[in-house]
């Protein structure tokens, strides 16, 4: 949709669940979010303001970043989606970023969250620290993060908390859950068995069970083919978490 | 008082043998502006895969214990140099200069004088 609104160069504002995204002319000015904290708020939480005037190329550094970080939520997939003609952004605005460029650096933060860690639970959840093992070390930004979580706070609040982007508290936090420093988040998935799976399993009688509860048992498994077998899944995460760590 | 785009326009203007220039967020691995570059070096490529050299090197520093910064990074291919560097001041996002220069062009310390000279005026 966004795609196509650029090409009639339409102007105005595209409301979507998680955010806003407007256009002037067919290209993004001005994009915001109630998840991503806007540029005021990275301004002052992270501090920024109280040491002084910031310069132009700052000013315009922040506020770019705040319309890319806010378009990947305002993007995220699924939900509605309403265009409503000649709606102006209420604030300043940016120069101007091409609708292809945000669709293709929205696409490609989702790919790199997943490569990290494809968990999306820990996106939502409380963020639950975990002990460190022996001479197991983190970035200093990664240690401001981990002691502003305090079990309750979900890495948007903790954006909002430390005044940094939302997608940057998002990849931190796949990053701390893939070194084992965060907790994930147990996933149950409904367990859909595959026909020929059905028909081949004997444990199962489909007259008397047609849909056993399985899901208690389910990992967070992102393969296509849910691994039967909970070596291969363990096997499988620990797989992900060396690769994490390359 | 220089934005971004006038500041990579900068870098590829006054540095000799310059072929391309990126300003890099090194947490999203993305490039906030690029200048140059084409089909032979793709910049936003660059930018996210460089970003990974900065957060090894990062890493590295942290396992050390070393209580110090990163200046900059210089690779040096069989043709030509690929040159990053940090921005320092800018609160907790971290951001850095790449550069990519035509080894048999460029002067490799003025290059790195340029830099610093263009970082100073992106934040004053």
Not at chain 1, 159 to 180: C, I, S, Y
Not at chain 1, 209 to 227: F, S, T, Y
Not at chain 2, 1 to 12: C, P, R
Not at chain 2, 74 to 103: C, E, M, P, V
Request: aromatic residues 4%; contains cysteine; glycine residues 8%.
């Amino acid at each position: 949709m966004l795609l196509r609104l650029a090409e009639e160069r339409a102007t105005g504002a595209l409301l979507r669940d998680h955010g806003t995204l407007y256009l002037v002319e067919g290209r993004i000015v001005h994009a915001e979010s109630p998840v991503a904290p806007g540029p005021d708020v990275l301004l002052t939480a992270g501090g920024r303001l109280a040491r002084g005037r910031i310069a132009a190329g700052e000013l315009e550094i922040c506020l770019l970043g705040a319309l890319f970080d806010a378009a990947f939520f305002a993007l995220a997939p699924g939900g509605p989606a309403r265009f409503r003609y000649g709606v102006a952004p209420w604030t300043g605005t940016v120069r101007p970023v091409s609708a292809t460029d945000v669709e293709r650096e929205t696409l490609r933060r989702r790919l790199l969250l997943d490569s990290v860690w494809p968990y999306p639970a820990v996106d939502t959840a409380p963020v639950v620290p975990r002990p460190a093992s022996p001479g197991q070390t983190v970035t200093a930004r990664q240690r401001a993060l981990l002691a502003q979580a305090d079990g309750v706070r979900t890495p948007a609040q903790l954006a909002w908390a430390l005044g940094r982007p939302a997608f940057h508290t998002l990849l931190d936090v796949r990053r701390l859950a893939a070194a084992g420093l965060v907790a994930t988040p147990h996933e149950p998935t409904p367990y859909e068995p595959a026909p020929n799976e059905t028909a081949s399993d004997p444990d199962r009688d489909p007259d008397r069970d047609p849909a056993p509860e399985r899901a208690q048992d389910q990992d967070p498994d992102p393969d296509p083919a849910p691994a039967r077998d909970p070596d291969i899944a363990l096997l499988r995460r620990l797989r992900d978490a060396l690769e994490a760590h390359l | 008082m220089a934005n971004a785009e006038t500041a990579l326009k900068e870098a590829t203007t006054t540095i000799d043998g310059a072929l391309g220039a990126a300003l890099v967020d090194y947490t999203s691995g993305m490039a906030l502006g690029t200048i140059g570059g084409g089909k032979d070096l793709d910049l936003a490529v660059a930018a996210a895969g460089n970003t990974d050299v900065v957060r090894a090197k990062l890493r590295t520093m942290e396992m050390l214990g070393l209580q110090d910064e990163i200046e900059d990074i210089l690779i040096t291919l069989g043709g030509q140099y690929h040159l990053i560097r940090l921005l320092k001041s800018r609160g907790t996002n971290g951001l850095f200069l790449y550069l990519a220069l035509d080894k048999n062009r460029a002067n490799l310390a003025m290059a790195r004088h340029q830099l610093r000279k263009i970082e100073a005026e992106l934040e004053i």
